[in-house]
């Protein structure tokens, strides 16, 4: 794209203020892209005449919706809270990105497969949620898929973690002043993702036309308990870690054991791949406030 297109551009960004779309609106401005970004107190993504109102009053040539309902266990008991979101919602901005004949951008999970077997997930693989978030979320799919069949992103990511909000880093960070050992689940394999290079990927994604899915991840593979080994090994913490089962720890809403994801689309596509998870912890690590996560 040339610098006259780029400058053309104006990009609408939902959960503008979350930890994603916080790395996203960073991104877009690095690169002296105008940008518009709201979270749910500007605009009310379950509010259909908000939304088309709103959004074709920006008047934006492209859109990423970050915004969503990600309280996996809180899912469980408030699914339809949870659909109103992650899919109604979605819809509706999907249907305002129709009328005004943009792309747009929807991010989606590794939770909407079943977590079987080893075998890393491509993305034309058949879905199959086994919790209420995953269902939800692929339902944002299906009816962005509905809305613009031509022109849209599907970006599944997984095991996100950045400097904006709550995450497994900072909580380990957290505990790790008043504990000196964890149980950590080693069965539950994946990949972990730093916001910001998913969100130098958008970006890159969003002024093209290479539409599609992609499994997006940082990469390489490893169990939660790797990752929190490898946290505090960086940190030059002496934590002891102790690896339990998925079912031994327990959580209200089924994990996926396999989360490991064929990324291999995103360079076919002309894309750059994600570092590797290694990479970017270190890089996390170095760019935090260490105190400033312990205050919060």
């Known amino acids: 794209m040339s610098n006259s297109d780029k400058d053309q551009m104006k990009i609408f960004v939902t959960g503008a203020r979350g930890q994603l779309g916080h790395d996203i609106m960073l991104e877009l401005e690095k690169r002296d892209m105008a940008a518009i970004g709201v979270d749910k107190e500007e605009m009310d993504i379950t509010d259909r005449e908000a939304v088309l109102k709103y959004i074709k009053e920006a008047a934006p040539t492209a859109l990423i919706h970050c915004a969503a309902w990600t309280a996996v266990d809180a899912a469980e008991d408030q699914e339809e809270a949870c659909r109103l979101v ?3 919602g979605t819809g509706y901005i999907a249907e305002a ?6 792309p747009m951008m929807y991010f989606s999970t590794d939770y909407v497969f079943n977590g079987q077997g080893q075998r890393p997930w491509q ?17 944002g799919e299906l009816r962005l898929r509905e809305q613009i069949p031509d022109s849209f992103f599907i970006l599944r990511i997984q095991w996100i973690y950045g400097i904006n909000g709550k995450n497994f880093v900072k909580t380990m960070l957290r505990l790790s002043e008043d504990h000196d050992s964890f149980r950590v689940v080693d069965d539950q394999i994946g990949s972990p993702t730093y ?9 890159d994604m969003i002024q093209t036309d290479r539409y599609g899915i992609y499994h997006v991840a940082n990469t390489g593979y490893c169990s939660w308990y790797d990752f929190a080994v490898k946290i505090f090994e960086l940190c030059e913490k002496n934590v002891k870690v102790q690896p339990v089962s998925t079912e031994e720890y327990g959580a209200k809403a089924v994990r996926p054991q396999n989360s490991r994801m064929d990324t ?6 002309g894309f750059c791949a994600l570092p590797s998870w290694e990479d970017a912890l270190s890089r996390f690590l170095e760019e935090i406030d260490y105190g400033k996560i312990l205050r919060n």
Not at 195 to 203: E, I
């Open 123 to 139: 993305p034309d693989d058949e879905p199959e949620p086994l919790g209420a978030y995953g269902r939800t979320k692929y339902e």
């Open 264 to 269: 291999s689309k995103i360079v076919k596509n």
């Open 86 to 88: 992650n899919a109604v």
């Open 195 to 203: 916001t910001p290079d998913v969100a130098r990927l958008a970006v």
């Open 97 to 102: 990105c129709k009328d005004l004949g943009i």
